[in-house]
């Protein structure tokens, strides 16, 4: 009988492993996508959902790879991406939370996240949300290790409507209580004619979405930020590369302002 904490329980050995990472050659900026996917491991079926939920961003963020990925080619980056479901278990809270592995979605039963025993998460654990920090630890210590110059920026993108409410902003820049990278983003993209940029908008640290950069950000002392753009300017190949230029400009401008060593275009 397998252990249920063993790390390979609940992936079988023809699905893919939980992170999705290269190291990258060119410094300083270190990508994290946490909701990068809405696959569900095959033992899971489909969480008693009916296929388009899975669609919708409660299973994932959609938009947020490819530009996680645009970003990571336009810098030369470190990236590091998810390939399971929020749904699974987000990468983006700390695993014990209730919400971590949630019943309910927006307001969406998840069937297959109710009434989980103790062996069931603790295997989704070990399999998905260890493995994820457990590589952004490894490569983020080795670039601490050798001195390179670091800013942790993870990618995710929110929908334009939550539980009947319209949001306002096309991008928004949520920071932990260091704002030294967040500052400079806010100010790079306001400067932007039309666009309205949230800061600590639509989510902040106050509704417990700031585990990643808290944890692998913060905690090392490394400037930080994530950045949420709004899924309906992420539909096309061409919107998701005006959003790797946009944003791109404006990290290499807060690189700048907080004293790393400006990327080199590649
Ligand atoms: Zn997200």
Redesign the pocket.
């Known amino acids: 009988m397998q252990d249920p904490a063993d790390s390979e329980s609940l992936l079988a050995s023809d699905e893919p492993p939980a992170v999705d990472w290269r190291a990258g050659s060119i410094d300083p900026f270190f990508f994290v996508?946490?909701?990068a996917s809405n696959r569900v491991p095959r033992a899971l079926g489909d969480l008693g959902l009916p296929s388009e939920a899975f669609e919708r961003h409660i299973a994932?963020?959609p938009g947020?790879a490819q530009l996680t990925l645009g970003l990571a080619e336009r810098f030369g980056g470190a990236a590091v991406l998810q390939r399971y479901s929020?749904l699974v278990i987000d990468c983006?809270r700390e695993p014990e939370l209730p919400d971590a592995i949630t019943p309910l979605s927006e307001d969406t039963p998840i069937p297959g996240n109710q009434g989980l025993g103790e062996d069931e998460r603790r295997g989704r654990i070990a399999a998905i949300w260890a493995p994820f920090h457990a590589a952004v630890d490894r490569l983020l210590n080795a670039r601490v290790a050798a001195r390179k110059p670091t800013a942790l920026v993870t990618i995710?993108?929110?929908t334009p409507v939550y539980r009947g409410v319209s949001r306002p902003w096309h991008v928004g820049i949520i920071s932990t209580g260091d704002r030294r990278f967040a500052e400079p983003m806010l100010a790079a993209l306001s400067r932007e004619a039309g666009l309205v940029v949230g800061d600590d908008q639509p989510y902040s640290a106050r509704d417990n979405?700031d585990y990643t950069i808290r944890r692998h950000g913060r905690e090392r002392g490394l400037p930080h930020v994530m950045i949420?753009v709004r899924n309906d300017l992420l539909r096309t190949a061409r919107d998701v590369s005006q959003w790797v230029e946009r944003l791109g400009d404006a990290l290499t401008e807060s690189a700048g302002a907080v004293g790393l060593p400006g990327p080199i275009r590649v």
């Open positions: 996508c946490e909701h994932w963020d947020a929020r983006n995710h993108s929110f979405v949420e």
